[in-house]
């Protein structure tokens, strides 16, 4: 388990608690898992590390903010990706939540480019024009579009959507995805804002896939939830079913690596909702 790394060598040495991972060895392995035959009905959620997931229902293989990367600059990926690059299905869509490095992996995704539909938020398609999709579409707050009887709904946060310090058209948030009675709504990248009720009063969310990590950089910007805001935000949705995503993959943060879970961990209890919340293992399929 990571040790406590003590606040006042914390706020004073971000470059010390960087470099602390940079000679660490990458744990985990790459699976290569025999994904399920689903039926009607069925939802199907490996977690590849940080925010990237496959989800698979009966008709399609969506990837959400695919990222293989060991390296984003100097950020040194601790834990593998949990399914070889290879040994993914034939993915039907990829949805891309904001222009973050740790979230838009271009490398990733020219190489799981097969002429299939992307989306991004607006202001975000220059990034991707020219790695391989077949369309790309745009969308903005609140807007649906639907693909074969999936519907898909892009939804706010309170983030940035920036790819450069000067960058600031692009959008961010995060996607619900409604199938045969079912949905899964991958938040994005956000702190804890207003909204959250009003989403899940709109759409009504049963599996939430919720960030946890990174809530204490050293920019000190209110971006990022924590665990105990995380609770309330699932409560306040609605939801069924909580997976926790966005920490132990990147050091990207002050907190300590184990921090995050444990501190959800704690206030899930806390709030008598500890049952709702399921931690993934990279790589492994998980039906729901």
Not at 244 to 273: D, Q
Request: charged share 25%; aromatic share 10%.
């Amino acid at each position: 388990m990571e040790p406590i790394i003590p606040r006042r060598i914390k706020r004073g040495s971000f470059l010390r608690v960087l470099m602390s991972s940079f000679f660490r060895k990458r744990e985990g392995i790459e699976h290569r898992p025999r994904f399920p035959k689903l039926s009607a009905g069925q939802i199907c959620l490996t977690w590849v590390g940080h925010a990237s997931f496959l989800l698979q229902t009966p008709k399609h293989n969506i990837l959400i903010d695919p990222n293989w990367a060991n390296w984003m600059l100097i950020i040194r990926r601790l834990k593998k990706a949990g399914i070889a690059l290879d040994a993914l299905p034939s993915i039907d869509l990829v949805l891309v939540t904001h222009a973050h490095f740790d979230h838009l992996n271009k490398k990733t995704l020219k190489m799981i480019a097969q002429k299939q539909p992307i989306i991004v938020p607006k202001g975000v398609k220059s990034l991707v024009k020219g790695l391989g999709f077949e369309k790309i579409l745009e969308m903005n707050w609140w807007e649906k579009i639907e693909i074969e009887g999936t519907e898909i709904t892009f939804t706010p946060a309170k983030h940035w959507g920036a790819r450069i310090l000067a960058d600031f058209h692009r959008g961010y948030g995060g996607y619900c995805i409604k199938f045969d009675g079912r949905s899964v709504y991958h938040c994005g990248d956000t702190a804890y804002f207003e909204k959250f009720p009003e989403i899940g009063q709109r759409l009504n969310p049963e599996v939430i896939l919720m960030p946890i990590g990174s809530y204490d950089p050293p920019s000190g910007r209110d971006v990022h939830i924590n665990p105990e805001k995380a609770v309330q935000a699932f409560q306040e949705l609605g939801g069924k079913i909580m997976i926790p995503m966005h920490f132990g993959t990147y050091r990207m943060s002050y907190e300590p690596l184990h921090e995050p879970a444990y501190r959800l961990i704690m206030a899930a209890k806390k709030k008598g909702i500890l049952s709702s919340v399921r931690f993934l293992n990279e790589g492994i399929p998980t039906l729901f």
